[in-house]
């Protein structure tokens, strides 16, 4: 992959890369919009990367050129990049470099060939994963010294205010810091990490995903409102974020809420969800893998019913995995669309597979994607 991207980087701008770098796609295990509540989530990385080719310049220019849009170069100035005015794909690149010069860094232009394997549209994170890619190679480039956890905050920067999209700092974070064979256990309040051992394949599971091939088109209007929900319901109990509605007083909180149900409903799935964080932490510490898959059904259930991000679709994954004999299985992701995982045993991956693929030709629905995942390693130079 690294040679192919070096070698298209060479021919469309007449010399060899300085460098060329890999930013995984992640599944999050468990920890659904909690990420902009100060909240509790547990992606790890896909084997599926994008991978960027590039190299420095100094006249204040950037290229930009993706394998997979085509077309030519986009040539753009770094004085003219100003947020909301992109609305292609280049604005993920470009707003990285805009981040990183907004936070005084003197990124001085680059010249910029990728391509990725991250399926897009998919719920799988293929934006975090093309804006870390790029804010890796010019950390490496420029010598900027950010670590994982830095380029993250950059580059979620570089979606809310120059894309516009109003994310939490999952995505960017999982592509910058998983680790191979590991689970990321994130507390997103202050961006502490543990890295939690999830070797699927020791313990003889499997973990697929399921991309529905439901394009998550409506999910940024959608995926406001929540967000703008869950600072209301935090607004209404008098607490900076969701976060710090503690668990054992759920009941006490939506008492508080009285007839706000939307709040209420809210409030319940993040509350919830982050105890489902430390339940997956806790039983995974202590060996017993197999025990997560009904708490991944039960927080696709919250994400249903409750912060009701789900579709028919992915309801359909989900119903007819765990009908068929699954450990578990959830919609992973901002929903409305996009991806489900599937938890379980190796000896099922081929019945619950056909099972799922049967249920969606019956239900005359598009043939959905399906395949293994592994947790693989975050991002990386590769040459
Ligand atoms: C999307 C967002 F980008 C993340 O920040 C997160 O909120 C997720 O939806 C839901 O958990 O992937």
Redesign the pocket.
């Known amino acids: 992959m690294s040679e192919a991207v070096a070698e298209r980087f060479t021919r469309w701008y007449g010399s060899g890369p300085e460098g060329v770098w890999a930013a995984p796609g992640r599944v999050?295990l468990i920890?659904?919009?909690?990420?902009?509540n100060d909240g509790f989530?547990m992606p790890f990385a896909l084997p599926h990367t994008a991978v960027a080719a590039v190299s420095r310049r100094e006249d204040g220019v950037l290229r930009l050129h993706s394998a997979d849009i085509g077309g030519d170069p986009v040539t753009l100035r770094l004085a003219d990049l100003a947020p909301g005015a992109d609305r292609s794909w280049t604005a993920y690149p470009a707003g990285v470099v805009w981040a990183l010069r907004e936070a005084g860094h003197a990124v001085t232009g680059a010249d910029v060939h990728l391509s990725s394997t991250v399926p897009s549209g998919a719920?799988l994170?293929s934006?975090?994963a093309l804006e870390i890619v790029v804010a890796l190679a010019l950390n490496d480039l420029y010598s900027l010294g950010l670590r994982g956890w830095q380029l993250a905050r950059l580059c979620?920067r570089a979606?809310n205010v120059y894309v516009g999209?109003p994310?939490?700092?999952?995505?960017?974070t999982a592509s910058a810091c998983c680790e191979d064979g590991h689970a990321l256990f994130l507390d997103t309040r202050d961006l502490s990490q543990r890295q939690i051992p999830f070797d699927l394949a020791a313990e003889g599971l499997r973990l697929l995903v399921v991309d529905t091939r439901v394009k998550h088109s409506h999910?940024e209007g959608e995926?406001g409102k929540r967000?703008a929900g869950c600072e209301k319901g935090a607004a209404l109990l008098g607490v900076d974020a969701l976060r710090d509605v503690d668990h054992e007083r759920l009941d006490e909180a939506l008492a508080e809420l009285g007839d706000e149900e939307e709040a209420r409903r809210l409030v319940r799935h993040v509350v919830t969800e982050n105890r489902r964080v430390e339940r997956v932490v806790a039983l995974l510490e202590s060996g017993d893998v197999r025990a997560i898959g009904p708490v991944l059904t039960e927080g696709h259930a919250s994400l249903r019913d409750d912060f009701r991000?789900s579709c028919p679709e992915l309801d359909l994954v989900v119903d007819t995995a765990v009908g068929a004999g699954a450990l578990g299985a959830r919609m992973?992701?901002?929903?409305f669309g996009g991806s489900a995982i599937i938890l379980l045993e190796e000896a099922q991956v081929t019945p619950v597979g056909d099972a799922v693929r049967t249920a969606f030709a019956t239900a005359a629905l598009p043939a959905p994607r399906l395949f293994e995942a592994t947790p693989s390693p975050g991002a990386r130079r590769l040459t």
Do not use: K, L
């Open positions: 999050n920890g659904e919009h909690t990420d902009y989530v719920g994170s934006s975090a979620q979606e999209a994310v939490g700092i999952m995505d960017q999910s995926y967000r991000v992973t992701g901002g929903g």
